[in-house]
C-alpha cells in the first residue's frame, strides 16, 4: 500500500485549504483512512478518520467544527477540507490507512510522505 499526500501550502488565518490522499495497492474500502500532524517540537496527533462502508467518521477535538474529512471509493482517495486555519495549525499532515475508525488513532498501518501546511498570522 502506498498513500501519497498532496494539497499544503501556504495560507493565511481565517483561509481554507483541502488536502488530498491517494491511496494505491492492496487498499479496501473497509480500511479506515485518516489524517494526523505534527508540528515542530511535538509529537504527531490524530486529526480525523474516516471509516469503511459503515464506520462513519470520528474528529479530534481540536479541529471539530473547522475540518471535514471525507473519502472517495472510487479514487481511493481521502480528503481534509480545513476551513477557519489558525496558526496554530501549521504543521506537516499525514495520511495513514488503519483497521478501524477506533483503532486508527493509537495502530496505523501505512503513513503517507506528509504535506506541509503553513498558517501566517
Known amino acids: 500500500v502506498q498513500l501519497q499526500a498532496s494539497g499544503g501550502g501556504l495560507v493565511q488565518t481565517g483561509g481554507s485549504l483541502r488536502l488530498s490522499c491517494a491511496a494505491s495497492g492492496r487498499v479496501s474500502r473497509d480500511h479506515a483512512l485518516g489524517w494526523f500532524r505534527q508540528a515542530p517540537g511535538k509529537e504527531r496527533e490524530f486529526l480525523a478518520t474516516v471509516g469503511g462502508r459503515y464506520d462513519g467518521t470520528s474528529y479530534a477535538d481540536a479541529v471539530k467544527g473547522r475540518f471535514t474529512i471525507s473519502r472517495d471509493n472510487a479514487k481511493n482517495t481521502v480528503y481534509l477540507q480545513m476551513n477557519n486555519l489558525k496558526p496554530e495549525d501549521t504543521a506537516v499532515y499525514y495520511c495513514?490507512?488503519?483497521?478501524?475508525?477506533?483503532?486508527?488513532?493509537?495502530?496505523?498501518?501505512?503513513w503517507g510522505q506528509g504535506t506541509q501546511v503553513t498558517v501566517s498570522s
Open positions: 495513514a490507512l488503519g483497521s478501524t475508525i477506533v483503532t486508527i488513532r493509537r495502530n496505523q498501518r501505512y
